[in-house]
């Protein structure tokens, strides 16, 4: 059963007869979303799709929350993840209007306190770069400054930059961070006098017509309208098990929320994708246009800036693989089936989201699912592109779930090799485990406590609410986080001892090896804090 939210639809249908004919979505999609969700155990999902400058369609359809009566509509809202980096870009793209500033203007020269590790790339970081993933941190580099969660300031993150180490030279090559875009809301806030949060839902949602959207979690769980985290967490990896709800309250930190924070609904990304193929400006409920940023910078936001990998893909998903991939400003811009598209993926605990355009048809689609099945989201979406460009039916949802066999049966012998190849457990620790005990800190992420508890280890990253745990003895000086909140990617914790036979240093590194590039705990090194390694109170 779906239910169908009508895309505030009085003015709509005054607008529909003046403008070129709509290819109606497919009329069998109901039943595919249906099917899709049935056999994957979404609970819920929301469809947008715009075409010739109007939506033909914003649906909700199944429940917001496993076990629950209320049905998602049009307005539920859900966290969009990765999607909302062209919203930031966006912001950006208001303040370049606004003349304030420019994409190639030098981050320092508006941000006088901004750092890299590197004085020669802070000198030339631009505007720009913060958006292309060409800056020289490793993947993933400092989300744990706010995976999962953080109670840092955003300024206090931006400040943490400096002391993370590049993988390679500035502008080399590609390698996707989240990082920078909470630089690129720290720049907002620098040259507007507003947060991030508030510049976003007054020059762009608010103009864009994005009634439901929010930029604050705060505001998102006082909309009894919104969709509730599902994942699969027992099974022997991630996206295995039985579905669950997830708690809705252990969410990213809001010092990353400008990579990933916004909540939206089908309704409003029916509106955000008037104004991307409108470039800059859509025309509201009265039939007015507003514009929302200038197709100058429409342009520039779409623009390719760096290549990024082209992917191959296995079995029935090749013929759906492009040929050619970049990034631009918050966009994937790549080639779909001989179609310029620009898309983009999020998720974030528990919900994801994909939204796509093909310029060239004046068509776009957005999928919002509250579960991390991601084969029925973008199977999906793949279908009903297809629709639009007139292609023949595939079943992109069972070439997804090929994807997704190969991709866990993969994990499963990571896993299995690396259980094969680690050293078996035994050899005691070097030192009695109090004296493991103490206050350490490294020079991003801040510090950590190590407590003897009964004659047991734990540790927790104090700047992270709910990441704490026991140390597991492994063999020596290496343990694993057993974490209170078994959602959170263990890791192997190794205690160097210097020549003093005291500890000296700690480095970390995925117990998993298939674990989410964001738990990069392989970038930290921990060094006792200038008050001594001593035993924390309890």
Not at 36 to 63: D, S, T
Not at 510 to 535: C, E, G, H, N, W
Request: charged content about 20%; overall charge negative; some cysteine.
């Amino acid at each position: 059963m779906t239910l169908f939210a009508p895309v505030r639809l009085a003015a709509l249908a005054v607008a529909l007869c003046s403008l070129p004919a709509f290819a109606a979505p497919p009329p069998d999609l109901d039943a595919r979303v249906d099917a899709a969700m049935r056999e994957h155990g979404v609970p819920g999902m929301a469809i947008a799709i715009v075409e010739n400058g109007m939506p033909v369609l914003a649906k909700g359809y199944g429940v917001r929350k496993l076990g629950g009566l209320e049905r998602v509509d049009a307005d539920t809202i859900f966290p969009t993840g990765s999607t909302g980096k062209a919203i930031t870009a966006a912001a950006l793209a208001v303040l370049v209007d606004d003349g304030k500033l420019g994409w190639d203007d030098k981050v320092i020269d508006h941000m006088p306190w901004f750092r890299m590790y590197d004085p020669w790339v802070t000198s030339e970081m631009t505007v720009r770069d913060l958006l292309v993933h060409r800056s020289g941190l490793g993947l993933g580099a400092g989300d744990l400054t706010f995976v999962p969660s953080s109670s840092r300031s955003r300024a206090d993150t931006v400040r943490a930059l400096r002391h993370l180490k590049p993988a390679t030279s500035f502008r080399s090559g590609y390698a996707y961070d989240n990082l920078l875009y909470a630089v690129a809301g720290q720049l907002i806030e620098e040259v507007s006098g507003q947060t991030w949060e508030v510049f976003t839902r007054e020059r762009v949602l608010k103009p864009a017509g994005m009634v439901d959207s929010v930029t604050e979690q705060a505001a998102r769980f006082a909309n009894p309208n919104r969709a509730w985290p599902h994942a699969r967490t027992s099974g022997v990896m991630r996206g295995m098990g039985p579905q669950a709800v997830l708690d809705e309250r252990k969410t990213l930190g809001d010092n990353g929320a400008p990579a990933g924070g916004l909540s939206s609904s089908a309704n409003d990304m029916a509106h955000w994708l008037q104004v991307q193929l409108g470039k800059g400006t859509w025309t509201n409920d009265a039939g007015a246009p507003v514009k929302v940023f200038s197709e100058a910078q429409s342009k520039q936001m779409w623009t390719p800036a760096v290549l990024t990998p082209t992917p191959t893909w296995p079995g029935k998903l090749a013929s759906a693989a492009p040929k050619f991939s970049s990034y631009a400003l918050g966009w994937n811009v790549r080639d779909y089936r001989g179609e310029k598209m620009l898309d983009h993926g999020g998720a974030v605990f528990g919900v994801q989201a994909y939204v796509a355009m093909i310029p060239d048809r004046n068509f776009g689609v957005a999928v919002l699912m509250n579960s991390e099945d991601t084969q029925a989201m973008r199977g999906v979406a793949l279908e009903i592109i297809d629709h639009a460009l007139g292609l023949p039916e595939t079943d992109w949802v069972a070439a997804f779930d090929e994807f997704m066999d190969l991709r866990i049966e993969g994990g499963l012998k990571a896993l299995d090799a690396a259980a094969k190849t680690k050293p078996a457990s035994g050899g005691k620790p070097s030192l009695p485990i109090a004296q493991y005990a103490g206050r350490y800190s490294d020079a991003w992420y801040g510090p950590i406590g190590i407590t003897n508890d009964k004659g047991g280890l734990r540790i927790d990253f104090t700047q992270t609410p709910g990441m704490a745990g026991r140390l597991e003895h492994v063999h020596h000086d290496t343990f694993r986080t057993v974490w209170d909140d078994a959602t959170i990617e263990p890791a192997f914790v190794t205690f160097g001892l210097g020549a003093e036979g005291k500890v000296e240093r700690i480095t970390l590194k995925a117990a998993s090896p298939i674990a989410d590039f964001s738990y990069d705990y392989q970038d930290l090194l921990f060094t006792p804090r200038p008050d001594d390694v001593k035993q924390l109170p309890k």
